[in-house]
């Protein structure tokens, strides 16, 4: 830990200031630029105090609390502009210059995707001639911006994005000294404000000075939430060694700890990989089939005596950047390429598949597909060969195609070979422009052209409901089929992979859900295991947690205008299988809640949301203990859960807020009155979880009013006026009041 005293004295004996005489004018400055606000005054006899606020303080007994000031919470600083048009995201970030930041996109639940600024800022511009770094990244729904420090822990943001962002502008002010995780107390022996980290070593003792509270300056944009996190890495993350002590006679730079009388020594660890180059070419398409089903061949066709020279210098290079990924051990996700150099006796070869420039670079599939063709020397295409970067996704995606079409047209194609291909292209990562500008299509270019193969929706679907239906009578899961059908479902599958498109769940859909839910114990046995096999990415939930997510996602694609009517006498058949089998865990409850009460009877009513919501009540919230219970609840969350990362306030205002929902129907609706005394238990409960909300009271107040309990009802609503403060709305703090009078006066 850094030691927070120390740093200020290194902070405040390094102070120097271009002052002259003639305008050394005494009194207060305040600093705003460095994201928190610093008051520096200047005294007589050329004295000056320099102050830092850290925020609000509490006071129990003899202690003195100090609360973080959320305001300074990031000091990213961050803008939008939307435009409904755009496919994919501009991001100009100002002035990284040399620190250590990181940005990562995230689509709904799928994994978070992180890149180093400075890796990206190198790509574009190799000499760092720009200030400002401008780039583009796909469509997301959350931003992770992280600025690593070898100091303290990492400080991760995550942000919610517009749903038609089109440019983001991101600004990043280093505060002069991080938040400090500090408490205090009173010595009444010494009459001393004793102030500490939480170690308590080194404390700051003050006598009796307090000064006002300045406001710190806020960000455009709030996070969603602003983790500081010890050893903060992702999945291919550089690994870098630092000394936890630098005054030992180490220094930091480029996030690299090197001792300073050996400047030169690097602090990466590199796994010694070795490339295995085939003699021939049927042997390296062999080797590309059986080491990787992600696996691809790359081959350089150059007759020259000097290719053989320049191939052998390319194989370095490549085994070095993949041992710098795989770091300390063998990792075949980094191991995603096999290389060949063409021969005299590959002519024919050659011939056949339409090769006849000289030089060129192909791209083969396990199968001696060709996948992509550059008419070009290696030399000019050796930055595209990485696990990294744009270029093997669109191979993915072009031998996902491929082994599509593959399946469809050969009639004897095994069932092993087709959920192979069904799930090769739902694993494809998401894609929001398919025919994007960069793609190159003249045949003559001599960047990467891309092999195209067509494909019929109509054709694509019915292979589809074929082979789930074939699976119905399955005594166990086929897990990889189980992973396909989770991607569909959620609307991330082969068909938004493969054809751009979303859809409301259909026939076919519900009938692999019905699967998910028949093998779902044997699923829950296996993804585990299935989730950690090496050098492949799964990600595999559980059952119940994917089928009601999917559920709601389907629900907001036919709010977002998705043509197709949503199945309601399916969707809650689904939500009643799930609740009868035990299984319904509190995501399933929320989405399946979330769900009915955005639909109405045929009536008009909400009589299906408040029969299941009544008996979700009594079974599980009721009783005499309802903080407890919910307390319960929240520790057994499953981790993909929202809440576990929203926290204990958040659920437990959830549960508050859906009692009130439920109430307020019974207020609104006639056709709802014949729950009204168990609106009155749940609104009550409402103000058992949550004190005095104004909202709150003002429909139990309404309750008792229509259950003839008129003086309980004036008194409850003289309570919400009470409660009214600045946050609430204008217009319901007024509806709020004029219901007040028309209990007194009798007219409500």
């Given amino acids: 830990m850094r030691n927070f005293i120390w740093s200020l004295l290194l902070f405040t004996s390094a102070i120097s200031m271009s002052f002259s005489q003639e305008n050394n004018e005494k009194g207060t400055y305040l600093s705003t630029n460095k994201g928190q606000k610093i008051k520096l005054n200047l005294l007589d006899g050329n004295k000056y105090e320099l102050v830092f606020y850290s925020g609000d303080y509490e006071v129990k007994g003899d202690s003195l609390l100090f609360a973080k000031n959320t305001a300074t919470a990031t000091n990213f600083d961050l803008s939008f502009k939307v435009d409904k048009k ?93 938040d400090l995780k500090i408490s205090g107390f009173f010595d009444r022996k010494t009459n001393q404000l004793i102030i500490s980290e939480k170690s308590g070593l080194n404390p700051l003792v003050f006598t009796n000075e307090k000064d006002p509270q300045p406001a710190a300056k806020t960000s455009k944009v709030t996070p969603l939430e602003s983790l500081s996190i010890a050893n903060w890495t ?21 996030s690299v700890v090197v001792a300073v009388e050996d400047v030169a020594t690097p602090a990466y660890t590199q796994y010694d990989f070795k490339l295995k180059i085939e003699n021939n070419l049927n042997k390296a398409i062999s080797a590309t089939k059986e080491s990787n089903n992600n696996k691809f061949l790359g081959v350089y066709v150059n007759s020259k005596k000097e290719a053989k020279e320049s191939f052998d210098l390319f194989i370095k290079d490549q085994e070095t950047q993949a041992g710098y990924s795989m770091y300390d051990a063998y990792n075949p996700v980094y191991d995603v390429f096999n290389y060949y150099l063409a021969g005299a ?22 199968q001696g597909n060709i996948l992509a063709v550059a008419k070009s020397d ?51 990562e998401a894609s929001y422009d398919y025919d994007s500008e960069d793609v190159v299509t003249d045949p003559n270019s001599t960047e ?76 829950e046995n296996k993804r585990a295991e299935f989730n950690s096999i090496v050098g492949q990415l799964h990600n595999v939930g559980s059952p119940v947690t994917e089928i009601s997510n999917a559920l709601q996602l389907n629900l907001y694609a036919s709010q977002d205008g998705v043509t197709g009517n949503i199945n309601k006498e399916k969707v809650n058949s689904i939500y009643k299988k799930i609740i009868a089998s035990g299984k319904g865990n509190f995501d399933a409850y929320r989405n399946y809640f979330d769900y009915l009460g955005q639909v109405e009877d045929k ?39 929202s809440y576990s990362y929203d926290g204990w306030n958040m659920f437990k205002e959830y549960h508050s807020n859906l009692a009130n929902t439920a109430a307020w129907s019974v207020v609104l609706k006639p056709q709802n009155s014949n729950f009204l005394k168990d609106a009155i238990k749940w609104s009550e409960y409402s103000l058992v979880v949550t004190k005095n909300n104004p909202y709150y009271l003002d429909t139990l107040a309404q309750l008792y009013y229509k259950d003839g309990q008129k003086q309980k009802a004036i008194e409850t609503q003289t309570l919400a006026v009470k409660y009214l403060s600045g946050v609430t709305e204008e217009e319901t703090a007024t509806e709020i009041k004029d219901t007040l009078a028309k209990m007194q006066n009798g007219t409500y």
Avoid at 137 to 164: C, Q, R, S
Avoid at 389 to 412: E, I, P, Q, S
Avoid at 608 to 634: R, W
Wanted: charged content about 30%.
């Fill in 86 to 178: 755009a496919k994919s995201i501009k991001v100009k970030f100002l002035d990284p210059s040399y620190y250590s930041f990181y940005i990562g996109t995230q689509k709904g639940k799928e994994e978070i995707k992180y890149q180093r600024i400075s890796d990206i800022k190198t790509k574009i511009d190799p000499e760092w001639k720009e200030t400002d770094l401008t780039f583009e990244i796909e469509k997301a729904d959350f931003l992770y911006l992280v600025f690593e420090d070898n100091y303290n822990p990492t400080t991760v943001n995550k942000y919610a994005l517009p749903k038609d962002v089109s440019e983001i502008t991101i600004g990043y002010e280093l505060a002069v000294l991080g």
């Fill in 448 to 523: 990467f052209v891309f092999t195209k193969t067509p494909l019929d929706k109509k054709e694509v679907a019915a292979s589809w409901k074929k082979l789930i239906e074939a699976h119905q009578k399955d005594t166990k899961s086929d897990i990889y089929l189980v992973e396909t059908i989770v991607k569909e479902i959620k609307n991330q599958g082969f068909t938004k992979q493969l054809f751009n498109e979303d859809k409301i769940l259909n026939d076919t859909d519900f009938l692999a859900i019905d699967y998910l839910l028949k093998h779902s114990d044997d699923i």
């Fill in 234 to 254: 992702y999945p291919g993350k550089e690994n870098v060694l630092v000394n936890e002590d630098f005054g030992t006679g180490l220094v930091a730079k480029d």
């Fill in 378 to 428: 290696l030399e000019a295409q050796k930055y595209q060969f990485s696990y990294y970067g744009d270029f093997y996704r669109k191979l993915l995606r072009t031998d996902a195609f491929l082994a599509m079409n593959t399946v469809l047209k050969n009639k004897k194609a095994g069932d092993a070979d087709i959920i192979k291909a069904f799930n090769k292209a739902a694993m494809l």
């Fill in 345 to 366: 006796d590959d002519k024919k070869w050659l011939k056949n598949n339409k090769i006849t420039n000289d030089p060129s670079v192909l791209v083969l599939n396990g």
């Fill in 603 to 641: 009536d008009g009513s909400n009589t299906t949301f408040l029969k299941e919501f009544n008996t979700y009540f009594d079974n599980t919230l009721a009783g005499t203990s309802p903080i407890e219970k919910l307390d319960a609840i929240f520790a057994g969350l499953d981790s993909s859960s």
